[in-house]
């Protein structure tokens, strides 16, 4: 158990609709970050989040966006979905500094 | 540039050794992750080498790094049924924060 927890587990949206995903980080770690795993493929970095900023971002276009709350949980927003949106959302929190992040179990997200 | 790479496919006998191997491309990575992933779940951090380090041993489990080849490796010892999963291999380019770079996975099937 890694004290990271996702939510919801599984959603279906149709294309061109928003969705909203939620995570609440390991008691203690104030960094979060969000990565998508296409089926088959590696997880890919979203983006990360430390005390509310992000702080770093991979190749995503800007309707994927976030939020970190002063609990440190966490939103992940994409606007516009598109069909190859559909995957499994990780999220990960970790200690600042250190990259021996923890996994919750996903959401995974269909768009029809 | 950033990239991963892994073979996909590895079948091995209950009992036997298992080694999983990964090259990545970027020399400036501090830390090198294993993770394990079970059909249906999120990623479980196995084992982590810094990067000045040449060998980690964590019971079943040795990381052998050869920063000169990029070549990283995870040796299962007396690999049992319950490995059976996808093991990503990841590095952390970026000093500055934690995001994970992952390869694609090699999926272990372990025959009784």
């Known amino acids: 158990e890694t004290g990271v927890t996702q939510s919801p587990t599984h959603l279906i949206k149709t294309r061109g609709q928003q969705v909203t995903l939620r995570c609440s980080s390991q008691s203690g770690h104030n960094t979060v970050s969000w990565y998508q795993q296409a089926l088959g493929q590696g997880p890919q970095f979203i983006f990360q989040y430390y005390r509310e900023e992000e702080n770093g971002r991979g190749n995503f276009p800007p309707r994927f966006s976030g939020l970190q709350f002063p609990n440190y949980s966490s939103e992940l927003n994409v606007n516009a979905l598109e069909l190859d949106d559909s995957a499994l959302y990780l999220c990960?929190?970790?200690?600042?500094?250190?990259?021996?992040?923890?996994f919750g179990s996903g959401t995974r997200l269909t768009v029809v | 540039g950033e990239d991963v790479e892994q073979s996909l496919f590895l079948s091995v006998r209950e009992g036997d050794s298992s080694v999983i191997n990964c090259t990545y491309t970027?020399?400036?990575?501090?830390?090198l992750y294993w993770y394990k992933q079970e059909p249906g779940a999120g990623l479980q951090l196995l084992t982590y080498i810094f990067s000045n380090m040449d060998m980690k041993q964590d019971q079943r489990l040795t990381v052998l790094l050869n920063k000169k080849d990029k070549h990283l490796s995870l040796r299962i010892a007396d690999t049992q049924t319950g490995d059976s999963a996808i093991y990503f291999c990841?590095?952390?380019?970026?000093?500055?924060?934690?995001?994970?770079?992952f390869g694609k996975g090699t999926t272990l099937s372990v025959s009784s």
């Open positions: 990960a929190s970790s200690p600042r500094g250190e990259g021996q992040a923890g």
């Open positions: 970027d020399s400036s990575s501090t830390y």
């Open positions: 990841a590095e952390t380019p970026n000093q500055a924060g934690t995001a994970l770079i």
